[in-house]
């Protein structure tokens, strides 16, 4: 069974700062890894993904993420945000085999302020 | 553009009262997904359709049901809503059911039981 754990619930900065959200899992197998991001009220949108290859992922909206095996993160960073940045941010994993179930991290809020 | 759209956005039913909520999609995915996600918390995942071979999840109650009577169409029953069934509702789609596709979301129904 798979696993994901945001560290951080909650992350404040500042505009035009950068930001690391920090994502790790726990898996038995291997994985394929994905952000997704949520703005209020709204659907999960898809930042980047992990399935193979180069371990940097560049994502939309600026956003990269550095797949790390022998730790088993998948921190996702953007070098400078910007308030439309602000928003819910999940870490997913799915297993190679099966089906395609998401199994989801609790989220971090990403808050950026003036 | 395609996408997947789900109506109504906001749904208001009361205790014990059926409630159906519905998705469609534009993508002409084989797949489709329903996932619950309670406040401050992640999605979780229902069940799936893969084609017309349902498939749910272990630790889904049977108060939910889903139905999908075509290809571009998946409805959400719930039977008997409880309050802890309050939440926001997400469809996604993909393609195939590879663990390595891309589910996309649609913008969610938020479920209120009064």
């Known amino acids: 069974a798979q696993s994901v754990t945001q560290l951080d619930s909650q992350v404040p900065v500042f505009e035009e700062a950068p930001v690391e959200l920090r994502c790790n899992y726990s898996s038995s197998v291997s994985v394929y890894l994905f952000w997704y991001v949520q703005y209020p009220n709204q659907g999960l949108q898809l930042l980047l993904k992990?399935?193979?290859?180069?371990?940097l992922v560049k994502g939309i909206n600026g956003f990269e993420a550095e797949f790390n095996k022998s730790q088993t993160s998948f921190h996702l960073r953007k070098p400078s945000v910007h308030i439309s940045d602000t928003a819910e941010y999940f870490c997913a994993v799915t297993g190679t085999g099966g089906y395609n179930k998401l199994i989801f991290g609790a989220g971090t809020r990403l808050a950026v302020h003036p | 553009d395609a996408m997947v759209i789900q109506n109504p956005r906001y749904q208001v039913t009361q205790f014990g009262k059926p409630v159906t909520l519905s998705c469609s999609q534009t993508l002409n995915h084989n797949v489709m997904y329903w996932y619950q996600q309670k406040s401050s918390q992640a999605p979780k995942l229902l069940f799936h359709y893969y084609d017309k071979d349902f498939n749910n999840e272990a630790d889904t109650p049977d108060n939910f049901q889903s139905r999908r009577p075509n290809t571009s169409f998946c409805f959400l029953d719930i039977r008997s809503p409880g309050l802890g069934d309050a939440a926001m509702y997400l469809c996604?789609?993909?393609?195939?059911?590879?663990?390595?596709?891309?589910?996309?979301f649609g913008p969610g129904t938020r479920l209120l039981v009064l």
């Open positions: 992990y399935l193979s290859g180069s371990t």
């Open positions: 996604a789609t993909s393609r195939g059911q590879g663990t390595s596709e891309t589910q996309y």
